[in-house]
């Protein structure tokens, strides 16, 4: 029941001048009836990141007015197929603020533009301590989702870079301690961050996309889950663990 390996993959960068024009060409990609295998979102300081960490000959020059890339990758085994698909995202975004977009002319080149989007995360976290919220919408709900997070922290006061995996949904927000107080850091950014996970779910999103609740995210989960729900959960995990000797305290809110 597996499919067959791709024998062809294209590869496109293409830049933006507003994050906002790069988040909603993501759900219009998909309304063209077009699904990447992978679709990329990485806003300017992500990549500004990423350069500081890689070789000069690896880097890449991003413009001043460009604020967001997109990352697009096609696969198949037909290649007249695939450049018709890259056609039609072409048309696509024609209709934002997109500038000239890269086609990868080589597996060099196509190996060089995932190399950069394999370190952003790393290369974010370099440079201030860091929370990571790992937030997911609706493909739809993908600009709204961006926007809200720079809102949110113009509001309390924090700096975030954001990346992620926008043809599922899903954005993570590093947010960035820089010169924020112990008392700013500790005490009101927990207020900033239920805030941007209550509109999550308003956008019918979840807090989490891929890595879990975990230790960072589980005093959040009541914004998803009713007390009902916690308390069942609890409930089936005393069943097989019930001396709570696995993973004491790491599960559920405090």
């Not at 219009?28 to 890689?54: C, H, N, Q, Y």
């Not at 002319?105 to 790992?134: F, N, P, T």
């Not at 599922?168 to 996970?197: Q, T, Y």
């Amino acid at each position: 029941k597996l499919i067959p390996h791709p024998s062809h993959t294209l590869l496109m960068l293409a830049p933006f001048s507003k994050l906002e024009e790069a988040a909603a060409a993501v759900p219009a990609i998909m309304k063209a009836g077009i699904t990447p295998s992978g679709l990329e979102f990485m806003e300017r300081a992500a990549l500004d990141a990423a350069s500081r960490v890689l070789p000069e000959e690896e880097r890449l020059e991003i413009p001043d007015p460009i604020e967001a890339h997109l990352l697009i990758e096609l696969d198949g085994n037909d290649p007249d197929l695939l450049m018709e698909e890259a056609e039609k995202i072409y048309n696509t975004l024609e209709s934002f603020d997109c500038g000239e977009i890269l086609m990868a002319d080589s597996e060099a080149q196509k190996e060089r533009l995932w190399k950069m989007r394999r370190v952003v995360g790393e290369a974010v976290k370099r440079g201030s301590i860091y929370k990571e919220e790992d937030t997911v919408v609706p493909r739809f709900a993908f600009p709204d989702l961006l926007k809200s997070v720079k809102e949110i922290g113009a509001e309390h006061g924090f700096e975030s870079v954001c990346y992620g995996h926008a043809g599922d949904g899903n954005l993570h927000v590093n947010i960035l301690k820089g010169d924020m107080s112990e008392k700013e850091w500790n005490e009101d950014l927990p207020i900033a961050i239920r805030s941007l996970f209550e509109k999550v779910k308003s956008l019918g999103g979840t807090i989490s996309g891929e890595h879990g609740i975990g230790w960072v995210q589980k005093n959040y989960m009541d914004i998803v889950f009713s007390p009902i729900e916690i308390e069942l959960m609890k409930n089936i995990k005393a069943v097989f663990d019930p001396k709570d000797i696995l993973n004491p305290g790491k599960i559920f809110p405090s």
